[in-house]
């Protein structure tokens, strides 16, 4: 059941940004469009209602308890960015608004450009660690809770990986190649979901 919920909270997020999207250019409704974009926290709220409902019930916490978990964090972390994501190229794709502004490539401004991914991706991990051990606490001492601390254990090295990618790039910036012209770091408009 909660797999089958992620996967429609999933498509539902998809949809509502569909339709956000659409009532705000080819309808011309731009506040109608912004509501309908607000409206996508609430999968996730139904999504952490039903996945406690579920341990209240007494389901073993599982994998699917753990990946509700992470969904959640993922989207709260990543889901605005994911809407301007969007906003920006269906705006210059079809309704001649200016070019996304893509994300630096070189120097210490593409360090700080990772370190804006990984400080999203470190508040995902962080959300999803707080909904997981407030459910190891929900099932208590009794339950098995084995699989919801692989999950945080998951969701810490996905944070580090970021976090050393990032350092990785202060460190060691890449350099631009001999004869390209500067880019100025406007705010990155780069989204990437795994």
């Excluded at 429609?8 to 956000?20: M, P, S």
């Excluded at 969007?86 to 079809?94: E, G, I, K, L, T």
């Excluded at 400080?119 to 995902?124: D, H, K, P, Q, S």
Aim: with cysteine.
């Amino acid at each position: 059941m909660i797999v089958t919920l992620i996967v429609i909270c999933e498509v539902g997020f998809w949809v509502l940004l569909a339709a956000g999207l659409a009532l705000r250019y080819v309808a011309r409704m731009p506040r109608t469009g912004a509501a309908v974009l607000l409206m996508e926290p609430l999968l996730e709220v139904v999504l952490l209602v039903v996945t406690a409902i579920d341990l209240k019930n007494g389901a073993e916490p599982g994998t699917v308890h753990g990946l509700a978990a992470v969904y959640i964090g993922f989207t709260l972390a990543m889901g605005h960015r994911a809407i301007k994501w969007a906003d920006a190229r269906v705006s210059h794709r079809f309704f001649g608004g200016p070019p996304p502004v893509a994300p630096p490539k070189y120097g210490m401004a593409r360090a700080v450009n990772e370190w804006k991914v990984a400080g999203r991706w470190v508040l995902a991990a962080a959300i999803a660690l707080g909904l997981l051990q407030a459910a190891i606490w929900y099932v208590g001492g009794d339950g098995e809770v084995g699989s919801l601390r692989t999950w945080q254990h998951r969701m810490l090295v996905l944070a580090g990986i970021n976090v050393v990618i990032a350092g990785a790039y202060t460190l060691f910036p890449k350099k631009a190649p001999a004869g390209a012209a500067p880019v100025e770091a406007e705010g990155p408009r780069s989204f990437t979901k795994l």
